[in-house]
């Protein structure tokens, strides 16, 4: 079978999931209400925040569960699962409920990001493909967000596809970036599928075609005069590619009255190139004349080529991007956070010797809350899912590493940011636009101090638990191993 020809996406899964699904319906768990928490343990490169991505693919892959005949066919060869299961799995949909952040949200550790509600084998069957599509655009979408931000206003350009590890993480990754403030992409096809403006001029091989450097640019001008991006170092940048470039603008553009143009640089030192190129194009006359830099950028080096005073409009930013190449993990989890019996919610929780990894307990609201005088966020609040927080008044917010450090919040308030996606297998979120999305992006980065968005040792954001949250994840921890050790005879 070519399963390029032929790909279901309910079968992306870890094995574990199905051997799972048919022990719990063998247990008599397979009607068994469950609830996971989707979220994260730690910010990518050491940032104070992350940005969450994925949502619209979750949405799509969830409308669409279902088992094909041939899927049957294959888990039935593989000898070790019930005829039951593979009838149940037969009539497979997901029926439950789900709760998320919206894309584009800034989100901090521990934080639920997704949360579902559904019978124990579809609740288990959904982790892999949720945490595949927000673990690589919250990924992507967090690493853009730092390099837009290094760039200080000017446009970033995704270059990535062809270092991408495969052509979802090309396309997907395109779009998360440009939800994080990329102006486009040179990936045609995300364009295509999600509107990611697709940019880009010529490759050094478009030069090395013609008999000489100026041919190459002018028949370029002739052929694009409004989009005329040169790329001037394929042979000497200031002593051919710049001149030959002038050249072209003044024979081919000029007498069209068009002085929107530019060069791009892909090599050399771009801080000392670019200010040779500014003098040199200024004084031809072409002040409007932009210049683009690529070539194995990251916020830092970006951060450093402004301090230089590198003369720079725009940055074209590939592999280290689209892999995310200095942590290329996001870390994303999916964890067992509750049961239902006889309509009661019984927390659940995992603990371990690791102390980060375990977990907050029980079904949970999460809260932000703003500075009704400034607007920016002040911190964030997971509570029971039945607690409530009013506007205003005082509110005294905990660090729950430290448990001593506080802080007193007045006169803000409190906004819930998981929002239902789907009821009882419905969904019932209207899906926003990418360019919605992206807005909502900016919106929501304008709300952090900037302290938070530092790139080095960034002020941390307070992540508190609700009173009642707090005691129930410390009973548990109390008894959770004590409970399991079994008694001595």
Known sequence: MDVRSHQNMTMLCDFYELTMGNGYLRSGYADQICYFDLFFRQVPDGGGFAIAAGLEQVVDYLSGLRFEPEDIAYLRGRGIFCEEFLDYLADFHFTGDVWAVPEGTPVFPREPLITVRAPAIQAQLVETYLLLALNHQSLIATKASRIVRAAKGRPVMEFGSRRA???????????????????????????????????????????????????????????????????????????????????????????????????????????????????????????????????????????????????????????????????????????????????????????????????????????????????????????????????????EIFDPDTTWKRKELYNFEAKELLVPIFRGGELVYKLPTLEEIRAYCAEQLNTLWDEVKRFENPHGYYVDLSQKLWDIRNDLLMNARRSQIPAEE
């Open 165 to 395: 590890q495969g052509a979802d993480a090309a396309i997907l990754g395109a779009r998360a970036a440009y939800i994080a403030g990329c102006s486009g992409t040179a990936c045609t096809i995300s364009d295509q599928c999600y509107g990611v403006k697709a940019l880009g001029t010529m490759a050094h091989s478009w030069v090395q075609m013609f008999d000489s450097e100026y041919d190459a640019f002018r028949t370029y001008c002739e052929l694009y005069p409004t989009n005329a991006v040169l790329l001037v170092d394929t042979y000497d940048t200031l002593r051919s590619g710049i001149p030959n470039a002038i050249r072209a603008f003044n024979e081919v553009l000029r007498p069209q009255g068009i002085t929107k143009c530019g060069i791009r640089l892909d090599s050399g030192d771009m801080a000392y190139l670019t200010q040779k190129a500014r003098i040199m194009l200024d004084e031809a006359g072409w002040p409007g004349c932009t210049i683009t830099c690529s070539n194995s950028l990251d916020e830092y080096i970006i951060q450093d080529l402004l301090l230089q005073g590198a003369k720079i409009d725009s940055f074209g930013v590939g592999e280290r991007l689209i892999t995310a190449r200095s942590e290329p993990v996001f870390g994303g989890v999916y964890k067992l956070v509750a049961v239902e019996h006889d309509g009661k919610i019984i927390p659940r929780i995992k603990v371990s010797e690791n102390v980060v990894k375990i977990t907050v307990p029980h079904f949970k609201k999460l809260y932000r809350f703003y500075a009704r005088d400034t607007g920016k966020a002040l911190a964030d609040y997971m509570a029971l899912h039945d607690e409530t927080v009013d506007d205003g008044g005082n509110f």
